[in-house]
């Protein structure tokens, strides 16, 4: 039924694209003939990708809406393929098919510069440096960090992805003017205020969530406008909740696979700011927003199916297909951003910076082996030892009673008397 539901989809847009085709002349302007044939390939994949592809582990509001993403998924890897084996500058002029504004090499905006907070020196307005970095990205980190939230699902990961991003900033500010912050920016509109309130709206509204009753009924049976209103609201709500307990001290395997999710985290965020220095692309472009909604909605899946990898092995014996393509395209821009700047990335980090995160790794290795070697190591060797130490106890107990038939029952028959055998 589904097959046959796809091809007269693919039949009916395929017969719409000639139609429109065959009515107009076909312009001389091969760029242009050139963008029009790939979008219509995009549609028609995309058009059998929503009705074929598999579902994910979403059903709300619609599995055709999480297939959609999977595709677009798909086509954004390819995309990504495609730049990754150009020249740098056909690259970048590759962009300029997509906006004629792109192409042209862009100032970085330094953040940091004057760091007071009152400038007495300015009579007119002492308040200017808050007012001059209150701009659209304020509200942007956060509903990033909201959305963030609902897709990891733990308030201690989001609060160390927002912290450990900040160090990142500090470390490779000498890369790119763009991470040169004030410190009260870092700490206080970052972390406390932008992304802090995003995590706390985004941990309420998933309290909100695992509280509410999931018990659906079809909008046909629900006899008020009132009702059916509220259930149309709903469908863009989960179809059950799913608490997510990471439990990364738990197992090896659990913290790993989290240390792992927090470096493709970290490592997508840093593609970001990297992407558009290389690419020539300003902040404010509508890719760059649009990049943040693709990993919104793909996110979220990814995530989900991660989680249900690791909670249940058994009946989720390999990896959601989301999960694998979000991997692969963090990858694949991480490799973009080399090949087109590889001076930038290997430009040394400054010798206290080095330092510093030479010890933060390796007091996570000590603490790593710590809690899953030798602490395992130590418990089980106390254990043998108290387990060695009741026996002991419960002989001496048994011989202080004058329990002597016991006692020679225990003993091996070597060293049993004479009289006994007899």
Not at 32 to 61: E, M, W
Not at 154 to 160: A, L, N, P, Q, V
Not at 326 to 348: G, N, Q, R, W
Request: glycine content about 6%.
């Amino acid at each position: 039924m589904r097959r046959a539901h796809t091809l007269t989809v693919l039949f009916i847009l395929t017969c719409a694209l000639g139609y429109v085709t065959l009515l107009e002349e076909t312009p001389q302007d091969t760029a242009y003939n050139t963008k029009r044939g790939i979008v219509a390939s995009i549609l028609v994949f995309l058009c059998f990708g929503v009705t074929q592809a598999k579902d994910g582990p979403f059903s709300r509001p619609h599995p055709a809406y999480w297939r959609f993403w999977l595709c677009v998924s798909v086509v954004y890897e390819l995309f990504l393929i495609f730049i990754l084996f150009q020249t740098v500058q056909d690259g970048r002029k590759f962009m300029k098919y997509i906006d004629p504004h792109l192409g042209v090499p862009l100032p970085e905006r330094d953040y940091g510069g004057n760091c007071l907070i009152y400038d007495p020196g300015n009579e007119t307005d002492p308040f200017h440096n808050i007012w001059d970095k209150l701009d659209g990205f304020v509200p942007a980190h956060f509903f990033g960090w909201y959305l963030k939230t609902l897709m990891i699902r733990d308030w201690w990961m989001c609060m160390i992805i927002s912290v450990m991003f900040e160090f990142l900033e500090y470390s490779l500010e000498h890369q790119l003017p763009n991470f040169s912050e004030c410190w009260w920016d870092h700490w206080i509109m970052d972390v406390i205020l932008c992304n802090g309130l995003g995590i706390y709206c985004g941990m309420k509204t998933l309290s909100w969530l695992s509280l509410k009753t999931y018990k659906w009924q079809g909008l046909w049976n629900i006899p008020t406008y009132k009702g059916k209103m509220k259930r149309i609201v709903f469908q863009f709500t989960p179809y059950s909740w799913v608490k997510f307990e990471w439990k990364p001290a738990s197992s090896l395997r659990r913290w790993l696979a989290v240390c792992g999710i927090i470096f493709v985290f970290l490592l997508a965020e840093l593609n970001t700011f990297y992407l558009k220095f290389v690419l020539w692309m300003p902040p404010e472009h509508y890719l760059v927003l649009l990049r943040l909604v693709f990993f919104v909605n793909v996110g979220g899946v990814a995530m989900r199916e991660i989680y249900d990898f690791m909670d249940d092995p058994k009946f989720h014996k390999k990896l959601g297909q989301q999960a694998w393509l979000v991997a692969a395209i963090t990858a694949t821009e991480f490799l973009i951003v080399v090949k087109y700047d590889p001076y930038t990335l290997t430009l040394s980090l400054p010798f206290y910076i080095t330092q510093c995160w030479i010890l933060g790794i390796i007091l996570v290795l000590t603490w790593t082996a710590w809690r899953f070697f030798i602490r395992d190591i130590t418990l089980r060797y106390k254990e043998i030892r108290r387990q060695k130490q009741e026996h002991r106890h419960e002989k001496d107990k048994c011989l202080s009673n004058g329990d002597r038939h016991s006692a020679l029952l225990e003993e091996p028959n070597g060293n049993r008397p004479r009289e006994r055998k007899l």
